[in-house]
């Protein structure tokens, strides 16, 4: 990321309830990094959406056996 962004535009976003997302750049792109892709619950990221609509959400991982989760682009780690 910091190749890709500065490091002025890359944040976290996290509530008071523990909701997160690992990195947000540009207040355009959200990626969430995930061991196990197949983890990922579109539920759990419901406030994100609701509060962000307009950020576009990657999953990012080393095991990327699937191109997509539940709509969600799953990249490897040395492309975002």
Request: proline fraction near 4%; charge should be positive; avoid cysteine.
């Amino acid at each position: 990321l910091i190749e890709k962004y500065d490091l002025s535009e890359i944040k976290f976003w996290r509530t008071i309830q523990r909701h997160e997302i690992d990195f947000i750049a540009i207040n355009k792109f959200a990626f969430e990094v995930k061991t196990r892709p197949q983890s990922f619950r579109p539920k759990n990221y419901k406030v994100f959406f609701e509060n962000y609509p307009n950020i576009k959400l990657s999953i990012i991982s080393f095991d990327t056996k699937q191109d997509i989760i539940d709509s969600y682009k799953i990249s490897e780690v040395w492309k975002i």
